[in-house]
């Protein structure tokens, strides 16, 4: 994996489906060159006389060089292959909602509730992204919806490519949502779009109020943020509205829900949001 | 330390452009505001050329200094942080300057 933070040569991403139980190696196939070092020998035998007088020019190049503008964008090519999600997904009906926080904020103990709560109405599947283990994706498997648990080894952010091969596994069907839950972290996937209709960031009540401030890549990427375990507030010297205020600071249009993932407290609002977004995805649909 | 990674693929795309060539110098663009650190993308960058057509070669970095534009009144203004006010009082401002990450280009001989 060639984008991920810090991982060393022989990481790599590996894609656990919990349908089948089959347990495959991401190989990354997006071309990187790696510097493998692929000398190939163009030596040829007959015997051109390869003698006209280039020096002068030789020497003129390799003084100054030749400068080539690039205007690069370093992350292009995983913003490609969002782009190419982005397209998959609005083919297909699909409303794909990338949860992003810190670990521990309850982003997978809130996707086994909403999941649960909203089995007669919406049909969701999920990808799991962590560092390692299954546990999470046996967590939601467990709720009966399909999970593809993608573990990027040393890498600490899902990319745009992970999620594509995700996909093709977890096969979810037409006018459904795939929630992504991302790795705990709140800086690097930030930076990486996978072709999500928008990102979600969970923040709990347990971390500082002041989050948002620390971390203004995230909560600005971020349409939504959860504001979870209320239910503890009252055990907690939290700042509520301190916290709102950060977050409005860094982002003024980010919607707010607060709620319990485990009391269930405020969950109908977003919920009604879930559900919004899908009715407005199906009319575009419709009218496309 | 996502720099590790964004100086790979700084790497890889600059190698793969310069085909075979020797890369004497690249020239990124590197916003104040977009998460990066110069430092890192220096320390690593010689770890990452190593073997390759970049190595040794000049690494230079523009830092670009982050500007906001008022979506209420238009007002263009430096910022140091990815959030801001205007003078007008608004803080619903789109930065326009200071998240860049490119390469921008590079020397070869």
Redesign the interface.
Known sequence: MCVTCGCSDGAKAVLTNLETGLVSEMIDDQGHSHSHGHDHNHDHDHNHSHNHDHDVSHTHASLHGTTVSLEADILEKNNRLAERNRGWFEGRNILALNLVSSPGSGKTTLLEKTITDLKQELLINVIEGDQETINDAKRIRATGCKVVQINTGTGCHLEADMLARGLKDLNPPLDSVVMIENVGNLVCPALFDLGEKCKVAILSVTEGEDKPLKYPHMFRSAEVMILNKIDLLPYLSFDLEECIKAAKTVNPKIKIFQVSATSGEGLTQWYDWLKEQLSSKKSIGKTA | ??E???T???????????KKKRV??IT?DIGKLS?ILPDSIRFCFDICSK??TLENAELKINEIQGIAKCKNCDNEFEIE???GRCVCGS??IKCIAGEE?????????
Do not use: Y
């Not at chain 2, 790979?8 to 310069?18: L, W, Y």
């Open positions: 330390m996502h590790l990674g964004i790979r693929n700084i790497v890889s795309i600059v190698s793969e452009q310069a004497k110098k990124l998460a073997g390759t942080q990815l959030f803080n619903d990450m490119k390469i921008k280009e590079m020397e070869i001989i």
